[in-house]
């Protein structure tokens, strides 16, 4: 669509932007809350910001996906603070400590290289998690990722150089059959059935 | 640009970001030329595809049909209200700024420093410098002068100045003259006792005497004579002409 020719209408771009990320939006929602229907309201809130917007024109190009990205990551937090402070009311706090057991995740990963690179995966700390999700899962360029997640360019490089090395390092000492280094991160949401 | 394959930069590159908008050439080439470099770029390469491949090939959730008809068919004005009142709830849950003060200890050698400076400007404002005293002083008396009414005191060493002493409120200041005894008239005016200013003695209280062998030092011989002992001045001598009182009768203490 060509906003010099067309005018863009909000209706329009909301749906260009359901049909176009709805998928990875709601998927990378789920990243962060662990929780499928959270995510999904989530998303719908971010498609519903869109109405928001006085000029709609501003957004339609390549703004919109670290738009969406953005505001979709912002409410999932929000969505992630007010569960922890309704948790916390009812909730002993050991009931988010790791637990020594062995991660179900681990238990059903059944030995092949793409479950051991999840699972890996799953074990980086959250901040270069994040990164290379955005980076690889979205297709996101680490300036789009620097704008949504508040850090410098160089930062999120380093965070993503340091995540896969990490990666490669971990798949090398199980391929050569060590005992993998042990390292769990806290997760985002600090609920115990998401590691 | 760091060419080491243990470096960011040399990661983004391999995975064909570009740093700061600028291909960087030096990493290229030693891509094209170090077979290490290039076995490391590749290793990248491999695992950030094997990891896309991973994370991409994850089942898809998608919204349900509900939600895409609200989105869809929402109703503008009740969006717009509706986030303007979240958004309003978030300000309100905000905490304010918090405006860091520094300790307030400053305050107290600060006005101390300042009374200090004011104090050193009013002293050197108001009070006349020793050459301003001198410079405004009367003139030594001569012979011509009147006797202004002060009592002249024998100094009790001859080398040692001659005092004055006022005798009352406004009579002249203090004048110290090194060694000069001033003459007294012969017959001065005489002053009524009513036009007399109060009148007081200075003398200074004759040396205590031993009479009889202290008891404090052993063997110490008993006074000869009257004469004082040296280093002891005689007892002050008032001059004629002065006006003196005659000394208390000790008696009943009076009330």
Redesign the interface.
């Given at each position: 669509m060509n906003p010099e020719t067309t005018p863009v209408t909000?209706?329009d771009l909301?749906?260009r932007a359901?049909r176009e990320f709805?998928?990875p939006l709601?998927?990378y929602a789920?990243s962060i809350t662990c929780d499928?229907d959270a995510?999904?309201?989530v998303?719908?809130d971010t498609?519903?910001?869109l109405?928001?917007q006085d000029d709609p024109a501003r957004l339609d190009g390549p703004g919109l996906k670290s738009w969406l990205f953005t505001v979709c990551r912002n409410r999932a937090l929000d969505w992630l603070r007010r569960r922890k402070r309704l948790v916390s009311l009812d909730a002993s706090p050991m009931d988010f400590l790791a637990s020594s057991e062995p991660d179900p995740h681990d238990l059903t990963a059944d030995g092949d290289?793409?479950s051991e690179?999840?699972r890996f995966?799953h074990r980086l700390p959250d901040n270069q998690a994040e990164c290379?999700?955005l980076?690889?899962?979205n297709d996101l360029?680490?300036r789009e990722i620097a704008v949504m997640t508040g850090l410098s360019v160089?930062n999120v490089?380093?965070l993503?150089?340091?995540g896969?090395?990490r990666?490669?390092q971990l798949?090398s000492h199980q391929h050569a059959g060590a005992h993998e280094p042990a390292i769990r991160s806290t997760p985002l949401c600090a609920a115990p059935h998401c590691s | 640009m760091n060419t080491s394959p243990?470096?960011?930069?040399f990661?983004?590159l391999a995975?064909g970001?570009h740093?700061n908008g600028i291909p960087a050439q030096a990493v290229l080439d030693a891509l094209r030329t170090s077979v290490s470099a290039r076995h490391e770029a590749d290793?990248?390469r491999a695992?950030?595809n094997?990891?896309?491949?991973?994370?991409?090939?994850?089942p898809?959730?998608?919204?349900?049909d509900a939600?895409?008809n609200?989105?869809?068919n929402?109703d503008?004005a009740a969006?717009?209200a509706r986030?303007s009142a979240e958004d309003c709830a978030a300000l309100a849950e905000e905490p304010g700024p918090v405006v860091e003060r520094a300790p307030r200890t400053w305050i107290y050698p600060t006005l101390a420093a300042a009374a200090v400076a004011v104090a050193a400007i009013i002293v050197m404002k108001f009070l006349p410098s020793p050459a301003d005293v001198q410079k405004e002083a009367p003139p030594i008396a001569t012979e011509n002068d009147e006797p202004t009414g002060r009592i002249m005191v024998e100094s009790p060493t001859p080398n040692s100045p001659v005092r004055e002493r006022n005798q009352g409120p406004g009579i002249g200041p203090v004048i110290v003259e090194q060694g000069v005894k001033p003459p007294l008239p012969d017959k001065g005016p005489a002053l009524s006792p009513a036009n007399e200013p109060p009148v007081q003695v200075v003398k200074e209280a004759p040396p205590p005497r031993p009479l009889v062998p202290s008891p404090l030092v052993p063997n110490s011989p008993p006074p000869e004579s009257d004469t004082p002992p040296p280093g002891i001045s005689p007892p002050t001598k008032i001059l004629p002409g002065s006006f003196a009182t005659p000394p208390k009768t000790p008696g009943k203490p009076g009330r």
């Open positions: 909000t209706a909301v749906r359901v709805e998928t709601v998927g789920a499928h995510a999904r309201d998303v719908q498609f519903l910001k109405y928001t290289e793409n690179v999840l995966f290379l999700r980076k690889f899962q360029s680490y160089s490089g380093f993503i150089h340091t896969l090395k990666l490669r798949l | 243990d470096h960011p930069d990661t983004a995975l970001e740093i290793q990248i695992t950030a094997q990891l896309a491949f991973v994370l991409k090939g994850q898809p959730v998608r919204l349900d939600r895409r609200a989105i869809f929402a503008v969006v717009r986030f």
